[in-house]
């Protein structure tokens, strides 16, 4: 049977949830240090904006006839043993 604990984690799906979760759990001093990301901000800010810059890409209709199993590695195929 699954403890009230890992339900609630079950319940995080995001980090939305996670920060919610946060809120309710934690003091308001120490939510409050975290939630204003420790002081300025300028950190969460690069690291957000950095983020965005990335997205999922789905390639429809490619070509998967000859695809490799092998592990391909900073662009570098290996070989497998």
């Not at 984690?9 to 003091?27: F, G, Q, T």
């Not at 002081?39 to 997205?55: K, V």
Request: include cysteine.
């Amino acid at each position: 049977m699954p403890s009230s604990q890992s339900r609630r984690l079950a319940s995080i799906l995001n980090l939305h949830d996670l920060e919610r979760a946060a809120k309710r759990h934690l003091p308001r001093p120490i939510y409050g240090y975290i939630a204003n990301v420790a002081e300025d901000g300028h950190t969460a800010r690069a690291n957000r904006s950095a983020f965005d810059a990335y997205s999922f890409l789905p390639r429809a209709l490619v070509d998967v006839s000859t695809i490799s199993w092998k592990p391909n590695y900073l662009a570098g195929a290996m070989r497998c043993r």
